[in-house]
């Protein structure tokens, strides 16, 4: 069955740096353009970074120049390079084709900022 696990967060202050992990498994990974999303308190979940099949990648005004996406499709991996994190970073992170009509997410992994 499909699986998308996500890694990485954490609690880090204000100009520090994460990096987070997500494995999926049960559907052809090097068919999907991959995304990156976060859910903040009270807010709605939102894309911030993407990746297609052949590595164009696309971001968020708000983590433009701060994060980096990238996938490893032998190890059916996307990563995400967080630098320079801001309080307003802080949310759950999820992970999943970037693609309509996809309804399934993974548990997601926090990322929490301080300032």
């Known amino acids: 069955q499909v699986q998308l696990v996500e890694s990485g967060g954490g609690s880090v202050q204000a100009g520090g740096s994460l990096r987070l992990s997500c494995v999926a498994s049960?559907?052809?990974?090097?068919?999907?353009?991959m995304g990156w999303y976060r859910q903040a308190p009270g807010k709605q979940r939102e894309l911030v970074a993407s990746?297609?099949?052949?590595?164009?990648?696309n971001y968020a005004d708000s983590v433009k120049g701060r994060f980096t996406i990238s996938r490893d499709n032998a190890k059916n991996t996307v990563s995400l390079q967080m630098n320079s994190l801001k309080p307003e970073d802080t949310a759950v992170y999820y992970c999943?084709?970037?693609?309509?009509?996809?309804?399934?997410w993974g548990q997601g992994t926090q990322v929490t900022v301080s300032s």
């Open positions: 999943k084709p970037n693609r309509a009509g996809w309804t399934y």
């Open positions: 990746i297609s099949i052949d590595g164009w990648t």
């Open positions: 049960g559907f052809p990974f090097t068919l999907n353009p």
